[in-house]
T-cell receptor
Framework: AQTVTQSQPEMSVQEAETVTLSCTYDTSESDYYLFWYKQPPSRQMILVIRQEAYKQQNATENRFSVNFQKAAKSFSLKISDSQLGDAAMYFCAYPSSGTYKYIFGTGTRLKVLA | GAVVSQHPSRVICKSGTSVKIECRSLDFQATTMFWYRQFPKQSLMLMATSNEGSKATYEQGVEKDKFLINHASLTLSTLTVTSAHPEDSSFYIC????????????FGPGTRLTVL
């Protein structure tokens, strides 16, 4: 079965510091996609980053980058120079092949300390 | 990124009434739309997947006669909660995608439903 696991219910980071949120998944597929979404207090889900499994290069979006380890089935999100606006729930998601629906992790709540 | 709107953002209704929530993709054609329910401090729970012009596919345990989904066009899907009861009170979120595998889902801002 395809599963997504986020083992950190809550993380804290000092403003301007770097934090890494972990995500592991289980799949028997060789080609797939992975996503990180952010859900701030407004509850609007916002795409943070998208990774294509067949690409060796880790995806990057400004201060957000991923460490994609395909063999280990790990997809962690690194946030550099953390800002107060980064405080949110972060969800890792894996689109199930065939149905295209997302399998979400349980989320990690990130607190940013001033 | 693509924009998805959802209306209303908040609704309060009496028990036994029906409520319709609209989800619109504003700047792209959404072949596939998804409806989620989110309980406080929890992840999103998928209720159903709808493809334009087809019947929705409901997740196990979701009552299709209670949660009616219509996806009549490439830009609009609606969720109707029929005969709503207090236990249906929740945060409902829609998302839309172009329908290809690996395509990004773009999410609406959500609807807070309170049933009195």
């Amino acid at each position: 079965a395809q599963t997504v696991t986020q083992s950190q219910p809550e993380m804290s980071v000092q403003e301007a510091e770097t934090v890494t949120l972990s995500c592991t998944y289980d799949t028997s597929e060789s080609d797939y996609y992975l996503f990180w979404y952010k859900q701030p207090p407004s509850r609007q889900m916002i795409l943070v980053i998208r990774q294509e499994a067949y690409k060796q290069q880790n995806a990057t979006e400004n201060r957000f980058s991923v460490n994609f380890q395909k063999a280990a089935k790990s997809f962690s999100l690194k946030i550099s120079d953390s800002q107060l606006g980064d405080a949110a729930m972060y969800f890792c998601a894996y689109p199930s092949s065939g149905t295209y629906k997302y399998i979400f992790g349980t989320g990690t709540r990130l607190k940013v300390l001033a | 990124g693509a924009v998805v709107s959802q209306h209303p953002s908040r609704v309060i209704c009496k028990s036994g009434t029906s409520v319709k929530i609209e989800c619109r993709s504003l700047d792209f054609q959404a072949t596939t739309m998804f409806w989620y329910r989110q309980f406080p401090k929890q992840s999103l729970m998928l209720m159903a997947t709808s493809n334009e012009g087809s019947k929705a596919t409901y997740e196990q345990g979701v009552e299709k006669d209670k949660f009616l989904i219509n996806h009549a066009s490439l830009t609009l899907s609606t969720l109707t909660v029929t005969s709503a009861h207090p236990e249906d009170s929740s945060f409902y979120i829609c998302s839309a995608s172009s329908g290809g595998w690996g395509d990004t889902q773009y999410f609406g801002p959500g609807t807070r439903l309170t049933v009195l």
